[in-house]
């Protein structure tokens, strides 16, 4: 039983020195602290029975793959809760070209950027998860009109004259309020439609891509 103890405590370790440590901020700290797990594993499972020095070293072996099993477990069911991160490939134009189809994005849920150009992942008013990029906070002043958009004078969307406006708006944005846009604007639902995000509605910053060649790019 004090083996068992010691394998649980060894790989929780393992697991909150990835959390606390923010590895996965970097794909390169991403890659180091996936390894760290691995050898945990790997140690908890083989070395660390066969150092006790008892004839009891396929128990030992056994609770380790129990522990190890336990926790890998929960890490593929809910990746983000075990180690604060998570990853998904891109499947939808929305974000086009900064992010295109296959592409695989790192996100981190905890201790993130909200901030103008952060890549966010947040649940829109229909209750779908949305990838979008914040283009406008607090204080921000809004404007749109009809298919037009600027934000404190910098248009974003359409054409800056707006003499011919049917369906006009200005809005300055109160604390917690984001306004975000994909990078496709032909083709994406965000804040043109169903209007500003709430801080709680955020759950996540995307960081980083992953592309075919397997080269890595910052995302802000």
């Not at 691995?38 to 070395?47: C, E, G, K, N």
């Not at 030992?60 to 522990?67: C, D, E, K, L």
């Amino acid at each position: 039983m004090l083996l068992f103890v010691k394998q649980f405590l060894i790989l929780c370790l393992s697991f909150f020195l990835f959390r606390a440590l923010e590895m996965g901020d970097s794909a390169e700290g991403f890659g180091l602290g996936f390894g760290l797990l691995i050898i945990s594993s790997v140690f908890i499972m083989l070395v660390l029975p066969w150092m006790t020095k008892n004839s009891h070293y396929w128990k030992g072996v056994g609770s380790g793959i129990v522990v190890v099993v336990i926790f890998w477990g929960l890490t593929l069911y809910n990746m983000p809760m075990m180690t604060g991160y998570s990853y998904d490939i891109v499947d939808s134009g929305s974000n086009y070209p900064t992010l295109k189809d296959g592409d695989m994005v790192i996100s981190k849920h905890f201790n993130y950027s909200v901030e103008v150009g952060s890549f966010v992942g947040f649940i829109d008013p229909s209750g779908n998860p949305l990838r979008k990029k914040i283009v406008a906070v607090q204080g921000d002043l809004v404007k749109t009109c009809d298919d037009m958009l600027t934000v404190n004078e910098k248009v974003y969307y359409g054409r800056k004259d707006m003499l011919d406006c049917k369906n006009f708006d200005v809005r300055t944005l109160k604390p917690n309020e984001f306004f975000v846009l994909g990078e496709n604007l032909n083709n994406s639902l965000d804040s043109r439609t169903f209007g500003v995000i709430l801080r709680d509605d955020i759950f996540a910053e995307s960081l980083y891509k992953v592309v075919d060649d397997s080269s890595v790019i910052r995302l802000k």
